[in-house]
């Protein structure tokens, strides 16, 4: 069933528990999402993407992280802000489309993720999980500690285990609004938008932030 948002059809969807992550079954009203103020994709833009889409069966091996002095404890890399918001744009200005079941390459071209909202997440915070093509909504919280909604800064999420995660960009100059990414269904895809702040506390949204990224 599709429900409009602001004249725009939108899916609604439902994940169980166990899912890796999507829109949350909610319908969402013009006050969640701004469009007057979306930036819009091309589907010009869509249409190449798709070319360069990676079928999970293909991915195939584990992601070997190499060696580093930026890694982190557990394998991971320290990622700044500013570059897990230019590998966002990447996959924006792409509109890669949304699939629990592909994968597209990061920034460097190096590794694959899965092209749903955590994997998206996971590419923006340069993780490793070799095939998986990143963690979950339900395994973000094991590497992304909860924190205030007013500590939120560039490159921390808003999680919902089980249903959806969106990257946060930056607080709206409209009280209360701020601007978000994320990989949300296969009707709508690659977004960014201005969301109520208030909406995604009501719907059990929890703010996490990365224990890898830094300043800069």
Known sequence: MLHSIVGRPVRRR?????????????????????????QPNLS??????????????????????????DAAPGGQIKVKRSQVIKRAKYWYDRDVPYSQSRFYRDLEGSH?????????????????????????????????????????????????????????DSWSITSGMLWMYDLADPQDNMRHKKISANSLQSQNYVPRRYGNIVSG
């Open 112 to 168: 694959k993720y899965r092209t749903d909202c955590s994997g998206f997440v996971s590419q923006c915070w340069h993780t490793y999980l070799g095939s998986n093509g990143g963690y979950s909504t339900s395994t973000i919280p094991s590497i992304a500690k909860k924190i205030k909604w007013s500590d939120l800064k560039a490159g921390d999420v808003m999680n919902r285990a089980g249903v959806h995660c969106m990257l946060f």
């Open 44 to 69: 010009r833009r869509r249409m190449l993407t798709a070319a360069l889409l990676v079928p999970a069966a293909a991915a195939g091996g584990s992601l070997v992280i190499a060696d580093s002095a």
């Open 14 to 38: 439902r994940i169980g528990a166990g899912g890796t992550g999507g829109i949350t079954g909610q319908t969402l009203t013009k006050e969640h999402f701004m469009t007057d103020t979306e």
